[in-house]
């Protein structure tokens, strides 16, 4: 039996101030990502295209909580991470764990560019 | 700042002639741990200890089905999976993934092997 390992990768970063993880992990039908400045696996997020959506360019994305508080700022938040993973990794769903002591624009942006460095799909 | 990296561990093994994989990572509020038979990241299932057990030495446990199918059999194979985890990590939850083709006692008596096998708690 060949051995085909799963494939994950981290880092971290400080991003204003504020030592940030994060671990990318491949499933077939699903990227899992943990952004976390706690730690803690956090706030669970599904983000999933859309199957029909009218523009092929422009797909739409459904958030949900699964895990921990619902707050629309986490909906903001996670679409705004995975909308790109997940059109990278040909429309695969992304399961999100979202810990963050600072969601500012400016951060998540950062924290962007950190999961991308972390590049499994 | 020091590097603190997360604590992610995986093997895999034939059980019962089926290829099974297993990642487990740690994280501060929860262990999190896919076990594979598709490669999929499978049904997401909470197991909880119950914070005011009477009896110390025997806590009992919520299974709660976050995401996939949710089926008698997946709770009763994620309570046998995951308890003994929980105890051992200082009663910390345990986030599961389950994706199995072959449920059978047997076989989840030798997946609680493998998961052990990959302690990172």
């Known amino acids: 039996m060949s051995t ?14 504020v030592r940030t993880q994060v671990i990318c992990t491949e499933f077939s039908n699903y990227i899992f990502i943990v952004l976390t400045q706690y730690g ?17 360019s422009m797909p739409m994305f459904t ?9 629309p700022l ?4 996670a ?5 790109c993973v997940s059109q990278e990794a040909g429309n695969r769903p992304v399961l999100l764990g979202l810990a963050l002591k600072d ?3 400016e951060a998540v ?13």
């Not at 390992?5 to 101030?17: F, L, V």
């Not at 803690?40 to 199957?51: D, R």
């Not at 986490?74 to 938040?77: A, D, G, L, P, Q």
Request: charged share 30%.
């Open 79 to 83: 679409k705004n991470l995975a909308t």
């Open 4 to 17: 085909t390992m799963i494939k994950t990768r981290q880092t971290e970063k400080e991003i204003n101030g």
């Open 40 to 56: 803690k696996i956090g706030t669970l997020v599904s983000v999933t295209p859309e199957s029909k959506s009218s523009d092929v």
């Open 63 to 71: 958030t949900k909580v699964l895990m921990g508080k619902d707050e």
């Open 109 to 121: 942006k950062l924290m962007r560019d950190l999961i991308k460095s972390c590049q499994v799909w």
């Open 103 to 105: 969601s500012s624009i």
């Open 74 to 77: 986490t909906h903001v938040c």
